[in-house]
């Protein structure tokens, strides 16, 4: 049945990427005509979001299920490359200041909106959680691949290639996901924030290079920017204990800064804006020394003024605006750390030089 879902989810997919390619056929026809290749992609999104479950790694139905998840990730690409639709801003009730949310947006986002209404994405980053645990597992994943291997007389190459797919597949349809706030709403945020520690506290450990972008030890860093870009609309307090108690605001600092020259500059504008709602954020405020526990650790983050923000702002000078919390952030923590060491020299430190908010 999963098969043959596929299969019809690639005859369907193939035909509305045919479709794109001819839109300026398309788009002149009248407003029936111009929709129906989105109604054809969401009917094929739809079968391959049901298709989603989670079995075994490497079993036959996981290797199924790793087609469907290509055919959606192909289907996010693909609509990517679609024009904006310029009717929503028309629609009624619709908020002129947004951006939308998934069901009134501009942009076409068919596949991540299905996998919200099919309520799969707590399910898939559950399941990207426990590929990751079995990936770092180098016994029990060598077992199963030499199994795997007597079971499809396929090779070793050929089955980590299955891996590589189902990573980036899956992590592109999370890291789409999540940039969008009525998606974390309904996410297991504390699985979300102890998914990005286990993943940076291995490569820590391992002290390997995240590697391939695509891959969750790259793609982790867009999960933390937009946990910290949308804080503030869920659970603030919990989730800025939980962040603080896994330390993964150090976690991904530190991640970034050993391998910044790898990665790719979407990611870096992505961090520094993630930052800067974090400094920008309330509770955050009146708490952030409780996330440097030593004068270390404050001199690591601001090393991110010139490996991360002064790059930035050299190629493209009006973020400046954008990510000024992160710049004021800087200031904050170089007036707390000159404050402590005037305190160690004379007993006392202006109080200027006290004052822990970041707006100060």
């Known amino acids: 049945m999963a098969g043959r879902y596929v299969n019809e989810a690639a005859t369907i997919l193939s035909l509305s990427i045919l479709q794109r390619f001819n839109c300026e056929v398309i788009f002149a026809q009248d407003s029936v005509e111009s929709e129906r290749p989105l109604k054809v992609c969401a009917e094929a999104g739809r079968k391959c979001v049901r298709n989603i479950h989670q079995y075994p790694v490497l079993s036959a139905e996981w290797i199924a299920l790793v087609d469907s998840l290509k055919q959606l990730s192909r289907l996010v690409q693909l609509e990517g490359r679609m024009p904006a639709n310029p009717k929503v801003l028309e629609a009624r009730g619709r908020d002129r200041e947004s951006e939308g949310t998934l069901w009134d ?48 007389e396929s090779t070793e190459v050929q089955l980590e290639q299955k891996c590589i797919q189902f990573e980036d597949c899956l992590g592109t349809l999370l890291r789409k996901a999540f940039m969008h706030v009525e998606t974390l709403q309904l996410m297991d945020i504390p699985l979300l924030i102890e998914h990005c520690a286990f993943i940076l506290q291995a490569c820590f450990n391992l002290a ?90 404050k001199l690591t983050f601001l090393a991110l003024e010139e490996k991360l923000t002064a790059p930035i702002l050299e190629e493209q000078p009006g973020k400046r605006r954008e990510i000024r919390p992160l710049l004021d952030f800087y200031n904050t923590i170089k007036r707390s750390m000159l404050g402590a060491q005037m305190q160690n020299l004379h007993g006392f430190a202006p109080p200027y030089m006290t004052l822990a908010s970041p707006r100060s």
């Open 105 to 152: 947006q501009e942009a076409h986002e068919n596949a991540i909106r299905i996998l919200v209404e099919e309520a799969k994405v707590n399910l898939c980053l559950r399941m990207m959680f426990d590929f990751k645990k079995w990936q770092y597992n180098s016994a029990e994943k060598q077992a199963v691949i030499e199994e795997a291997m007597k079971a499809y």
């Open 208 to 297: 390997e290079s995240p590697g391939d972008a695509r891959l969750q030890e790259t793609v982790v860093l867009y999960y933390f920017s937009s946990l910290m870009k949308h804080a503030e609309a869920l659970n603030n307090s919990e989730l800025l204990a939980r962040s603080r108690e896994l330390q993964l605001v150090e976690l991904a600092v530190g991640h970034y800064l050993r391998f910044a020259d790898q990665f790719p500059d979407e990611l870096k504008h992505s961090l520094a804006e993630g930052l800067a709602a974090m400094a920008d954020n309330e509770d955050f405020q009146t708490e952030w020394e409780t996330f440097f526990l030593s004068d270390d650790a």
